[in-house]
């Protein structure tokens, strides 16, 4: 972005009611859980995804292991993946099963089995190195988000986030381009990163909990 673009960013987040929190996930497998479900769906269908997690399946799918033995347990179709999710979330919304079917073998292969290795990796991983093309159907997107659940300071390069910042500077960026952006904005305002995105999403979307 441009000197005044940036500028102009800075101008408008500056008008912005700063967000009452900041998203952090200690729980593994809901930040597992959440890197596949929490993306272009309505936060409600989401909450209501974890919260059967949490009161049906908590005590018997507590870990990684647990977790691949459950999707090896049906097969990887419509079927198979619907049956999953049912069992898992309490909702049919099998491809994100799909998805999840491809990030576990992502974090076994890189011995991200426990919240703490996560957290290591999150805040010492790069984009384009360690996650760029590695996962299929997650992108920087997914990334971001899972990472700042973690607690690194940035922003998710979303539709949400692209919405606002192509109606306030009047074209359209790359993610990184966003990224830096927003970034950038977020010092010049003496917040972090992710109060930033956190306020442009509630404003975007409407309100706290309204989604």
């Known amino acids: 972005m ?11 987040c500056s008008k912005m009611p700063v967000a ?4 952090l996930e200690t729980e593994y497998l809901v930040n597992i859980f959440l890197t596949v479900l929490d993306l272009q ?3 409600k269908a989401v909450d209501a995804a974890i919260d059967y997690y949490r ?8 870990t990684l292991d647990d977790l691949a033995s459950i ?9 198979g993946n619907l049956l999953v999710a049912q ?5 049919n919304h099998w491809t994100r099963v799909q998805w999840l079917r491809n990030f576990v073998p992502f974090l076994q292969q890189n011995k991200l089995t426990t919240h703490e290795a996560l957290y290591e990796w999150a805040h010492r991983s790069d984009f384009a190195i360690d996650f760029k093309g590695k996962v299929k159907y997650l992108d920087i997107a997914a990334y971001k988000w899972l990472t700042m659940r973690l607690g690194v300071d940035t922003v998710k390069p979303d539709v ?5 910042v ?12 966003l990224v830096s952006g927003l970034e950038e904005v977020a010092r010049r305002l003496r917040l972090s990163a992710r109060e930033l995105d956190w306020s442009l999403w509630e404003f975007q979307r409407g309100a706290a909990g309204a989604i």
């Open 2 to 12: 441009t000197e005044q673009e940036v500028q102009r960013l800075t101008h408008a």
């Open 71 to 79: 999707l090896a347990m049906h097969p990887n179709d419509r079927k």
């Open 160 to 164: 949400h986030l692209h919405r606002f």
């Open 20 to 23: 009452q929190g900041v998203y």
């Open 41 to 43: 769906m309505h936060n």
């Open 166 to 177: 192509k109606q306030v500077i009047g074209r359209g960026v790359t993610d990184a381009e």
């Open 87 to 91: 069992c898992l979330w309490g909702n």
């Open 55 to 62: 009161q049906h399946r908590h005590n018997e799918v507590r």
